[in-house]
């Protein structure tokens, strides 16, 4: 037993000491609250300064785009409505892509009553977790979406289910020969006659350019004086570094010549199209030699090792947000990248909430638009198809054929904010968009007559695998490595690839590819 | 399940030892099952969710299963075989192996000395203390993307800092550049779990009996002395157990990796973990993909059964 007085002062101590501890917590507490208060408001206070433009309350033009017996659409919402009531759930691209079902769900829901639920993943999940929820038996999602390269790994493992009843007995024909010839074609939504995908996105890289830098007088005759050619925008790789290294070494580090996404995951697909551009073919179609690491292979990564030496600091870790920044900011005299930049850089879509986080664009008016030298990148897209495990697998074509319709999909890749870009030749003519800003029938030539020589991805079986083995040579070659090693080793894993997945049917596959409309200009 | 327990509850009344109602089992059956009862559903739950994805996994990995290919064979070793040929997966346990020898190693020294430095009384000996822990607490997918923000070569703080050292713009791109990516991925793992070895070092120090020391005091021994003599052999178990935790943890290196390099450039800075999951979950060769989480399991468990021996010739 402790002495009476030794309790006392125990007592007494833990007392002061639990209420030091008050005090310190309440301390922390006001500390707390005030920074939060004071980060919230200055926030506030700089996001009203900056977005003073109150947000376009409707974002989606209304569209009458029929041609043919019937519309689609409204063919669509007809036969769907008997299954009111239905939820459906539908795969999409995570972030500013989802924006596009989530705008246009509710509309499907008031028209048919059938729910939408946005299943939103990244890039990478959607390939893996569709495979995963199919080869598990699982039954998660009735809509998918896919890119055209993993289109004939999705049919072998049978994740997408074939279109063709459904489109016999519900759509207008004339739609399908409304996508533009490469999106329309076998291997990017179908395989033969049968559709496993309804094409729905039109993605290809666009050279922007300052037209304010490229017209300036003293920087056109500097120029010519350097060079000896005039200042136009690049035809050619050479072109497009002189022009780069003219800008940066003139204006820099205010403005650089330009910038291409270099980041990991991403860098392969401006190989493919500048290899393609530069004469190359991926294979010996007679014996499935890779021939990446030929000389227009090794002359296609020097030229982008080249390249990386005007870029800004650092472009080897850029992806399309730093891209995006530099440009719209004005750093940058040109860009190769996705059709979006183009439409924000012209201040579409400025004042709507979903595109506050954007950089304002300083370059509005200024911005010039031309196809990328040599072959531009038919890179990425998107295709909508239907599980094969849905229970609602009417209900989800119905779905998929409203939204892809003509006059639909229009309204969709008028969405300020949308990720999606024109693929259907009506949309390419279509007035409507021609009056969204001043250059945009500018900018629906250049996307159109960029498909149109553009260069689709390697779209084979193992279509990742092979595109991962380019990156890592990019990669590779941008920290030191010999262009000619790192692709001979690329080239090494092309083999091993090939020689696993079985190089006879390998060979098959990449006829068929070859066949496509992205190679009547190439690959040479 | 429900009625069963409800009447186990109404045959015994606590404290009292009766034996009432029998219903369908007797009171000696009912004490022997019941315990079973309780932990059935986490043993369910582990065997569904553990059990049987591991050895089904195991059955994988004898199979050439590829998302490319239409039938899925049995191959039996092959692809164990084709794994110690294949320079990239002998390349990521090197990676590994330099993540788990020089970061887990630097962490120790690095715990080991703060801990020593924060085990005397000292004033704001708390606030270090609480300050130091806080990169432990952040999750490593979030650490990964706020260190590529401090590597930046434009805007990052680590080039804006070495230029004002050096007096002019410094903007090297560290996370392009191999050697240099495994230094930013070294600084980041070390950064994040050094405080954990602290922590740990800490409690051991404080725990120790100063007795010990102020005999070894009064015998003229030195601070030297005493860190090699007492506090080093006393702390062995506690050493062990810290190098135990965070090696098998380093040696499933990932989310860092993902976040920070993404296995770049080129593959030079994959780990192990990070291999699996491009070959099982990018590529879709489960086969393959599983074979190369065995061999990882394998050096886990040698690993741990070497440290767990000699934690146990330690204690003894």
Known sequence: MWPNNKKYFYKEEAKMRASRVRKFMLLLFAVLFLIGMSVQFGMAGKSGKESAPAPEKEVVKETVVVSGPFSSASKAVEEAKKYKGTTLNVVWEAGLQSQDPLTMGPKWEELTGIKIKVVELSYNDIYSNQLQDHLTGGSSYDVITFSPLWLIDYVTAGVVAPLNPYIDQYMNKDDLKDYLNVYGAEGYGRIGETWYGLPDDGDVFVLYYRKDLFEDPANKSDFKAKYGYELAPPKTWDQFNDIGNFFTDKFSPKIYGGAIQRLEGQVYSWWDGAFSGNGGRFFDPDTMKPMINSPIGVKTLQQMVDQNKWMPPGVEKWGFVEILSAWMDGKLAMVITWPPIGRWSAGY???????????????AGKVGYVPPPGRPGLAGGFCLGISPDSKNKEAAYLFIQWMNSPEISLQRVMLPFALRDPFRISHFESPLYSSLWPDAPEYLNCLKEAAMKGQMELGIPGAREYAEAIDNACTSAFAGTDPKAALDNAAKRWEEITKRLGADKQKENYALWEKGPWNKEGPK | ????????????????????KSGWFTYRQKKRITPWLFVAPCVVIILLVTIFPTIYSFGLSFTKWEISLPNRPFIGLGNYAALFKDVRFLHSILITAIVVVVGVGTEMFLGFGLAQILSVKMKGKRFFVAAFLLPVMAMPVVVGYTWRLLWDA???????????????????????????????????????????????????IVSLDPELFEAADIDGASGWEKLRYLTIPLLRPIIIVALLIRGLDALKFFDVIFALTGGAPGNSTETISFYIYKTGYQFFRLGYGAAASFILLIALVLILSYLLKLLKTVME
């Open chain 1, 349 to 363: 879509g400025a004042t709507v909430e979903q595109l506050s986080w954007v950089p304002k664009t300083k370059v």
């Open chain 2, 1 to 20: 399940m429900e009625g069963f327990m409800g009447e186990a509850a109404n045959t015994v009344s606590p404290g009292s030892g009766r034996r009432l």
């Open chain 2, 154 to 204: 434009m805007y990052g703080p680590i080039n804006q800092i070495i230029g004002w050292i050096i007096g002019q713009p410094f903007q090297f791109t560290w996370l392009a550049k191999t050697s240099t990516a495994i230094f930013a991925i070294l600084v980041t793992e070390i950064w994040q779990w050094t405080p954990f070895m602290f922590l740990v070092y800490l409690s051991g």
